[in-house]
C-alpha cells in the first residue's frame, strides 16, 4: 500500500481505530498510524499535508458508511 491508496489506508485505519474520530486525529498521529499499517510499503518521508488531509477525509467517509 503507497500513500495514494489513500481509501484503502483509510479502511485499514478505521479497522485498526475503530474508537477513533478521525476528524480528532492530529496529523503526526495520523502518518505515524499510517506507517504501522501491515500493509503500508512506502516511503515515509513522501507523506505531505495534503496526503494527509485525503487520508483524513477519505476515514471521515469512512467512519460515516459504518454510522
Known amino acids: 500500500m503507497k500513500?495514494?491508496?489513500t481509501s484503502?489506508?483509510?479502511?485499514?485505519?478505521?479497522d485498526e481505530h475503530p474508537d477513533v474520530d478521525?476528524?480528532?486525529v492530529n496529523f503526526v498521529d495520523l502518518r505515524n498510524w499510517v506507517i504501522e499499517l501491515p500493509e503500508f510499503d512506502d516511503d515515509p518521508d513522501r507523506s505531505g499535508e495534503r496526503i494527509l488531509e485525503?487520508?483524513?477525509?477519505?476515514w471521515m467517509e469512512e467512519a460515516d458508511l459504518d454510522d
Open 22 to 24: 478521525p476528524r480528532t
Open 8 to 14: 484503502e489506508i483509510a479502511m485499514q485505519l478505521a
Open 54 to 58: 485525503a487520508i483524513q477525509l477519505a
Open 3 to 5: 500513500w495514494t491508496d
